[in-house]
């Protein structure tokens, strides 16, 4: 399989001197479904958005399909985040808007009409138990359903990479199981997921690549 | 893109509505300036034609003397010919005149009679007004009997129509202060409105390209509003002019003119134009 990501001894410290990330390298395959685990404040937020782009490393280098993002302009590493989905912890959703008109809001930014809106953002709501909601305004839902509100708006983009951080911390044993089979059957469908969690029940028996954060340093676990 | 602008005209009228206004009142003061300088001008100009500069010479003036003054009239700005009347012209255009009454002439010493030098310049209005400080130098000059130029209301018209298009010149300034201002105010405070739409979609992948798109086609759109509401505001007091001022000087043949369509038509894209670089660059001063 082809390399789709690759971290090169990164790190990331925080002024003054706190240091989030130390020499971490990590290559991801296309098509790969891997839990990244550690208690919370050990960088796994941070890893994700270097990954996202969202934040610089402070050292070392990441490559997404062999393009390094040291070399992207500020403009092109925007776009590349057009290929990946991210699930936010904090869902990242606008409250006063529509469950429909969040979800659009990332379909948009590609050119996609409303219409041809409807017809592939409908399926993701049955799918995510949130048909007949697509007209309620999202500070109306329960945080499970903003959950699954949030993972619907990174789905339906069709992203080659899904990132998701705690993207079942809301969410009771059923729907957790819900969005693991789903996150399980995207990546069946080839996209590739990470996966960021604290909670360890969450991968064990899952059989999945799993990786966890220890001091800043990310280390492979036999599961 | 054009859902996304109605959207964000939707989400910001108020402001873009008060902006367009007070846009449409700064480019409606500086079509006032410039209709006003226009009509100064263009009056002065027409009332300015075949105005010349007379140099009368001594009846016995020597042929350098002559040469000398000519000379010197010829350093004047914007001189294009310079005529002599000679002494046995001026005669044979006062037997003209009076040829039906000859004993006139009679009675004058013809010997007496100057001869000239007619200047005739490119723009008499400003090209005399121009000359008018050389005037002194070329009345001592030896041989030289008297100088002639306007130098009554009409320079003083011209020295108005000047002021008119500082005035003009100042307020175009203040137009495109307060259009920035205005705008650029405008443009922060859509985007301060937005702050969280725009931290959501540019998480999703928009760049600040895309989030200012709508806004600089607004910024556009509000900036051509203003124009064409400013060209109606003056249409509304030229139409307003005509009638208040018709017949208020019997003796001067004084009609309002038009501001010319290319200039209505440049000032109005020009504001548009404005307006949407502005909106850009706040745009792009906001992300950075």
Not at chain 1, 128 to 148: D, F, H, I, M, Y
Not at chain 2, 41 to 61: C, D, I, K, M, W
Not at chain 2, 209 to 232: E, Q, W
């Amino acid at each position: 399989m082809a390399t789709l990501l690759r971290l090169e001894r990164v790190s990331k410290i925080y002024p003054p001197y706190i240091q989030a990330l130390d020499r971490v390298d990590l290559e991801v395959e296309k098509g790969e479904f891997i839990f990244i685990s550690g208690p919370s404040g050990a960088g796994k937020t941070t890893l994700l958005n270097l990954i996202f782009g969202l934040e610089r490393p402070s050292s070392g280098r990441i490559y997404y399909a062999g393009r390094e993002y040291g070399r992207l302009s500020r403009t092109e590493l925007i776009r590349l985040r057009r290929k990946m989905g991210f699930v936010f912890q904090d869902f990242k959703l606008l409250p006063n808007k529509t469950v429909f008109e969040n979800i659009y809001l990332g379909l948009e930014i590609l050119g996609v009409s409303p219409s041809e809106a409807y017809q592939r953002v409908y399926p993701w709501l049955r799918r995510l138990g949130l048909a007949g909601k697509e007209k309620a305004r999202v500070e109306t839902l329960s945080g499970g359903e903003k959950q699954r509100v949030a993972i619907a708006r990174a789905v339906v983009r069709e992203p080659e990479l899904i990132l998701a951080d705690e993207p079942t911390g809301n969410l009771d044993p059923q729907r957790t199981r819900e969005i693991l089979e789903i996150l399980e059957e995207l990546n069946a469908e080839g996209i590739t997921v990470l996966v960021a969690t604290h909670d360890e029940s969450l991968y064990r028996g899952r059989h999945r690549r799993v990786l966890t954060l220890k001091g800043g340093r990310l280390v492979e676990e036999d599961v | 893109m054009f859902r996304r602008f109605w959207r964000e005209f939707g989400l910001n009228r108020g402001a873009y509505l008060m902006t367009l206004f007070i846009l449409a009142v700064a480019v409606s003061v500086l079509l006032f300036f410039s209709f006003f300088y226009y009509n100064l001008y263009s009056f002065s100009r027409r009332a300015a034609r075949g105005l010349a500069l007379t140099v009368y010479l001594e009846p016995g003036v020597s042929p350098q003397q002559r040469q000398a003054v000519r000379k010197a009239l010829a350093s004047l700005p914007g001189v294009v010919e310079i005529r002599l009347v000679k002494r046995s012209q001026v005669l044979a255009e006062l037997r003209r005149i009076f040829r039906t009454n000859p004993d006139v002439l009679e009675e004058i010493d013809l010997s007496r009679l100057p001869s000239f030098f007619e200047v005739v310049f490119r723009d008499p209005l400003r090209d005399l007004e121009r000359a008018r400080a050389r005037v002194p130098a070329i009345r001592k000059l030896p041989g030289v009997l008297e100088v002639q130029y306007a130098r009554s209301w009409l320079g003083r018209i011209y020295n108005l129509s000047q002021l008119v298009k500082r005035l003009t010149f100042l307020s175009g300034i203040f137009l495109l202060v307060s259009l920035a201002f205005l705008m650029a105010v405008n443009i922060h405070l859509t985007l301060e409105k937005q702050r969280e739409e725009i931290e959501v979609l540019y998480l999703l992948g928009a760049t600040p390209g895309y989030i200012a798109r709508p806004k600089v086609l607004a910024g556009f759109l509000v900036g051509l509003g203003a124009g064409l509401l400013a060209c109606l505001l003056f249409g509304a007091l030229k139409t307003y002019l005509d009638r208040a001022l018709l017949g208020l000087w019997p003796f001067v043949d004084f009609q309002w003119e038009g501001l010319p369509w290319q200039f209505l038509i440049l000032t109005v894209g020009g504001v548009g134009f404005f307006s949407a670089l502005v909106s850009w660059f706040s745009v792009r001063r906001y992300f950075s």
